[in-house]
């Protein structure tokens, strides 16, 4: 089981640099076996060329290795944090995607401008607030796992699959590792769509709530009905 899980977690770190989401090794994948009580994810700071899927680091859910040759990534607190406190993910990803990034650098939250972007968020995008010099200073890693849940609370995750975390960049999620990257890709795509919407028009206001619930439902829930069953 644990091998399955790195080669997939491995996949979908190789998927980063092939749908152009990370610049040398500005970016990472992780996959949770809850019933194992085990996490896997990428190593800090080796390059996504000389990656193998043997170079997969595994965890227990308090962070200590179990497995592996490399250290963890250096977000490995995050991503722990975020499965601790939401119990629906599977994958979780990180990375510093231009657009996105730029979003969380300015602090703003992606607005919902078209069905694009409804058919997957549930809204407007958040982006936190900035981390204080006491928690930059303390368990960073931890801290911005913390202050991600805070800005989710109140949101089923699944609703609302990425962030933006101020003054650093997005993190994504899904059920598995593979959704989690595919969220990611979107993330990207749609901070890229509003961030031209906005150049074309200032101060475009958000879409109609009715059709971004239309969007959004036909694709998720209970009455789904977008694509095949």
């Excluded at 968020?121 to 010099?133: Q, Y």
């Excluded at 890709?185 to 239309?214: F, H």
Aim: glycine fraction near 10%; hydrophobic fraction near 40%; aromatic fraction near 8%.
């Amino acid at each position: 089981m644990t091998e399955a899980l790195k080669q997939r977690v491995f996949d979908a770190n190789m998927a980063l640099p092939a749908f152009g989401l990370v610049t040398f090794t500005w970016g990472n994948v992780s996959g949770i076996d809850r019933e194992r009580g085990l996490m896997v994810i990428k190593p800090s700071g080796v390059e996504y060329e000389k990656m193998q899927a043997s170079d997969m680091v595994v965890l227990n859910l308090q962070g200590r290795v179990v497995e592996g040759h490399y250290k963890p990534s250096s977000d490995t607190a995050t991503h722990l944090e975020l499965y601790a406190r939401f119990p629906q993910l599977g994958g979780i990803v990180h990375t510093h995607s231009t657009y996105a990034t730029s979003w969380a650098q300015a602090g703003v939250a992606i607005p919902p401008l078209g069905t694009t972007h409804a058919d997957y968020f549930a809204g407007a995008i958040p982006c936190t607030r900035p981390l204080s010099r006491q928690e930059v200073g303390g368990e960073y890693e931890l801290e911005t796992g913390k202050v991600i849940a805070a800005s989710l609370s109140g949101i089923d995750p699944l609703h609302m699959p990425g962030i933006l975390v101020a003054q650093h960049g997005p993190f994504c999620w899904g059920t598995t590792p593979e959704q989690a990257v595919h969220n990611a890709v979107v993330l990207e795509e749609v901070a890229k769509m509003a961030w031209i919407t906005g150049s074309i028009r200032c101060n475009q206001t958000p879409m109609d709530d009715y059709l971004l619930q239309k969007h959004f439902r036909r694709k998720h829930g209970p009455d789904a009905y977008y694509g095949q069953k």
